[in-house]
């Protein structure tokens, strides 16, 4: 029978997943995402008409919009089936305009997951275009678009050609420059600590100065610290007093995007965008063999925590099996929204079965789907087990008026603890429940093996990480699921910051700009007023709200602060910092600029002479090959840090791992340190010697 139905959705690989499940009724293309958008050489927006969008076909399309439209010809209907979001809406929209289909029709098909029953439940129900989830995005794109296409060329005329400003990314910027100036100005305070070693009945544990006279203290400094060693004197250790509680510890939620994104840079290191590309492809679907290919988790955009019962159900039926009654807990766990601005048209992200079990897909899977998969897998199961019990002791212990605090702990019960305990920032794992602490008495004496104070000094906020700002970004209400990564990714391009260690830099460049738009267009960087922007665009996305109303309220405001800018903003020169180092091409001075990996030199001559390099950053180690050469730190074409000889290429030592000064005590080999989550750890080349890098106190 030949097909009469013609099925549109973005991607090859989603169209193959759909085309499986459907069968030969039907058709499914790829418009290989938008087809239609604002041009690129000029604004595209009729702002006097009610910022009515000029929108082109996207170049280099033609062929696939030939495609579709000689495959709308030779059938009866078409379902538009793009992503269940105001992306996907505005595609299907941009769709049916082109192939001249009625959009109040039902015509759209939308589902959380690409499954054979869900795939096939959705075309039960087809609904209209929803034209307020296409106004949102229409109202989004018009609003960056004259924030960027009016602000830029500003820039360019008083700073440097090529500048642009966007309205979510400036304010990415500002967080990354604000928190420098911190940095800068903060201000170390000192602080110690004191540490007893105390022991009973051949067992040792540590206690840690608390007060003096059951009261809390705080050591500020090294002759609060002597005064209080003084008091303690020769006296022993007596436990006081003996606190013994239960406390429960609860999962965490299914993932969002933002969490899904700070937990695989936390637990498996990838960048935000890479996480949201082989996230796409588990939803996309997978070939899992005999069994064809599955979408093997529901849609990654997403702000709700909301689980579907029926996912529920499945879950606490393979709890019970795999664990036992004991971790599935009376009923179902349902997660509350995590903020106001939560929009619960989809589920958090799951896995779309848990009969996928990790390791029966893994055959399957590339290594990094694999390991993001065993984390959604890992997280939504734990999300619907049991609470952890914990016993916890605290004990008081004094001698001379002086108390120290011992604090134990011990896992009672691991409910959700034994698939899956959430990450943080620190690199501390949070699964190190455990701290041993033995019985003890009120009033029994302990002997002391040590005591030893210890300096400190405060640190300042640290820098962003990628987690660390996307989580800023969502917790201030600015952008949304589909915005985190795109912005991590632009504010880098433009070199307005630098991802140095991991961790976020604003440039020279990205610091004026900041300071310009502080001056001229302050509502864009102030992060309330980005953040009611949003909750507008919500409210336009729910029918609450006129998107031309929106937009128009934004400009009156916005080119009142263009002519004040155009008429005040003074013209600015970068100055590029010069370098000690001569052009060994030309012989004028190299001078440092600033890349996409940071730091690098380039000829003061360009574009006369376009010489550049890398800045070496030597390790204090010698060559271990040539004897002769320094090792220096260098980054790969992706930017990935490596470490050679500066002799190359008369030398062609390499190293991923970071070489160190000292031979190996057991064979005399060469030593490196290889990075772990919770530290360093340093290595033999040749022989297997480990140790644990020595920790430096920062003075």
């Known amino acids: 029978m030949a097909a009469d139905t013609l099925v549109i959705v973005e991607s090859p690989a989603k169209a193959k997943t759909i085309g499986k499940y459907l069968g030969s009724k039907y058709i499914v293309k790829a418009s290989m ?60 929209w941009h769709l049916a305009h082109y192939l001249e289909l009625d959009d109040t029709e039902e015509c759209r098909v939308v589902f959380n997951e690409i499954t054979k029953q869900a795939v096939k439940e959705a075309f039960k129900h087809p609904r209209p275009i929803n034209k307020d989830l296409v106004n949102a995005q229409q109202a989004r794109r018009i609003l960056d678009r004259l924030v960027g296409y009016k602000i830029s060329p500003l820039l360019w005329k008083k700073v440097k050609k090529g500048l642009s400003a966007g309205r979510v990314q400036s304010v990415a910027v500002k967080l990354v420059s604000d928190r420098e100036k911190e940095i800068k100005a903060f201000e170390p305070e000192e602080y110690w600590s004191i540490t007893a070693q105390l022991a009973t009945d051949g067992a040792t544990f540590e206690a840690k100065f608390y007060g003096e006279g059951g009261e809390k203290k705080e050591l500020p400094n090294e ?32 993932f969002i995007t933002s969490s899904m994104q700070q937990e695989a840079a936390r637990k498996l290191n990838f960048r935000a965008a890479k996480t949201m590309q082989i996230a796409q492809q588990l939803y996309e679907g997978v070939d899992l063999g005999k069994e064809g290919t599955v979408g ?50 989809h589920e958090g992200i799951r896995p779309t079965s848990v009969k996928y079990e990790p390791e029966a897909v893994k055959p399957y899977l590339s290594r990094d789907q694999y390991r993001l998969y065993k984390l959604v897998w890992e997280r939504f199961v734990a999300s619907q087990m049991t609470s952890a019990v914990l016993d916890t002791v605290t004990a008081d212990l004094t001698a001379g008026g002086v108390t120290f605090r011992a604090v134990g702990s011990k896992v009672k019960f691991p409910g959700f603890m034994k698939v899956y305990v959430e990450g943080n920032d620190d690199g501390v794992s949070a699964a190190d429940e455990d701290k041993f602490l033995p019985p003890l008495a009120k009033g029994q004496e302990l002997k002391t093996s040590s005591i030893e104070p210890k300096q400190h000094f405060t640190q300042p906020p640290p820098r962003y990480t990628e987690s660390r700002l996307v989580r800023a970004l969502e917790e201030l209400g600015i952008g949304r699921p589909s915005t985190y990564a795109p912005i991590l990714e632009t504010i880098q391009k433009r070199g307005y910051v630098a991802l140095e260690e991991k961790k976020f830099f604003p440039t020279e460049l990205g610091d004026m700009v900041v300071a310009m738009m502080e001056e001229f267009f302050p509502e864009i960087l102030d992060v309330e007023f980005t953040a009611h922007m949003e909750e507008d665009l919500d409210f336009v996305e729910e029918g609450k709200a006129d998107w031309v109303k929106v937009l128009s309220e934004f400009y009156g405001a916005f080119e009142k602060r263009l002519e004040v800018a155009e008429e005040e903003m003074k013209e600015v020169e970068l100055q590029d910092e010069v370098s000690d180092e001569m052009c060994d091409k030309c012989g004028r001075p190299m001078v440092y600029k600033m890349g996409r990996f940071g730091k690098f030199l380039a000829c003061s001559g360009f574009p006369d002479c376009r010489n550049a390099k890398p800045i ?11 004897k002769k050469g320094r090792i220096v730190e260098r980054r790969s074409k992706r930017g990935r840090v490596f470490y050679g000889c500066d002799t190359y290429p008369e030398c062609d030592f390499v190293s991923w791992d970071q070489p160190v000064a000292d031979p190996c005590p057991d064979c005399g080999e060469l030593l490196v340190k290889k990075r772990t989550r919770s530290g360093a750890t340093i290595q033999c080349t040749v022989c297997t010697h480990k140790h644990e890098e020595q920790e430096q106190e920062e003075a």
């Open 296 to 345: 093997l988790i529901t849609y990654m955009r997403t702000d709700s925590t909301r689980i579907s019962p029926v996912a529920q159900e499945e879950a606490r039926e393979y709890i019970a099996s795999a664990f036992g009654p004991a971790f599935v807990p009376e009923t179902p766990r349902n997660y509350t929204k995590k903020n106001a601005n939560a929009q619960d048209a």
């Open 33 to 92: 995402g938008h087809i239609r958008d604002l041009p690129k050489s000029q604004i595209g927006v009729e702002i006097d008409q009610g910022f009515q969008p000029k929108y082109i076909t996207i170049r280099g399309k033609g062929d696939v919009l030939k495609e579709l439209k000689d495959a709308r010809k030779k059938v009866k209907r078409v379902y538009l089936a793009a992503d269940p979001d105001r992306e996907g809406e505005a595609i299907a």
């Open 223 to 254: 002759d609060e610290v002597k005064r209080v060693l003084a008091a303690i004197g020769d006296h022993r250790f007596v436990v006081e007093e003996i606190k013994e509680r239960e406390r429960q510890r609860h999962p965490s939620p299914p």
């Open 616 to 626: 070496v950053k030597d390790v204090g180690v010698a060559c271990p090959k040539c």
